[in-house]
């Protein structure tokens, strides 16, 4: 069974850090690993995909990477903003079988930035 | 263009009734998941929909659950004799497919709040 576990489960830092959020997957065969943010009574936004074949994404002040081998992605976040502040969730997807599209999700990072 | 809508927004119910969940997928988006967020479970995938066809229902935790789709769009998820244990937020993502270009990345909804008293 795939296990998604997301370090740390809470962050708090000062505007303008740099910051990584750590992702971990006990399965490797992974089609592909998306992060997400999700402010406080809202749905998901899908910020990053990297597929299976991939090693990192970048969009803006983010970028993921991804090692499918030792199980691992992270989240760069550069010149972090108050606006940053959301939780940060990490899924991958299987697939195969049945498993089309199926997302195992982590626990997720909170993350707060403060002026 | 519209995303991934859901109805309602919040539900409060009394155990043992019955609620229905509902979800619009963005339009022409042939896949459709409902998920779960709970407290203590995190978020959790429930069951998925290529077209009106449900090929995993893995993830529904009791055959108190039910979910359907018609006309490729619009799907319904039901809890039946609802419980305490099923309070949590029930999401709903769409996706172009489920294989080629556009498949990978799901939209979700806002999501309803469910709370059984």
């Known amino acids: 069974k795939q296990e998604v576990t997301q370090i740390p489960a809470a962050l708090s830092v000062p505007e303008g850090e740099n910051l990584v959020l750590n992702c971990s997957f006990t399965?490797?065969?992974?089609?592909?690993l998306q992060w997400f943010r999700q402010d406080p009574g809202k749905g998901l936004t899908s910020l990053l995909l990297?597929?299976?074949?991939?090693r990192e994404q970048t969009s803006g002040r983010l970028n993921a990477s991804l090692d499918k081998s030792s199980g691992r992605s992270t989240l760069y976040i550069a010149a972090s903003q108050p606006g940053d502040s959301a939780t940060y969730l990490c899924?991958?997807?299987?697939?195969?079988?049945?498993?089309?599209?199926?997302?195992?999700f982590g626990q997720g990072t909170i993350l707060t930035v403060h002026p | 263009g519209a995303g991934v809508s859901q109805s309602p927004s919040n539900k409060v119910t009394e155990k043992g009734k019955d609620v229905e969940l509902r979800c619009d997928p963005i339009?022409?988006?042939?896949?459709l998941y409902w998920y779960r967020q709970s407290l203590g479970q995190g978020l959790e995938f429930l069951i998925y929909?290529?077209?009106?066809?449900?090929?995993?229902k893995s993830g529904l935790p009791s055959d108190r659950f039910s979910a359907e789709r018609t006309g490729g769009s619009v799907s319904t998820l039901t809890i039946q004799r609802t419980q305490q244990e099923d309070s949590a937020v029930y999401l709903c993502?769409?996706?172009?497919?489920?294989?080629?270009?556009?498949?990978?990345?799901?939209?979700f909804g806002p999501g309803t709040r469910l709370t059984v008293t």
């Open positions: 993502a769409s996706s172009l497919g489920i294989t080629g270009k556009g498949a990978y990345e799901q939209y």
């Open positions: 399965d490797s065969a992974i089609y592909n």
């Open positions: 929909f290529q077209g009106n066809s449900a090929p995993d």
């Open positions: 339009s022409g988006h042939t896949a």
């Open positions: 899924a991958v997807d299987l697939r195969g079988g049945t498993s089309y599209g199926k997302l195992t």
């Open positions: 990297i597929q299976s074949s991939q």
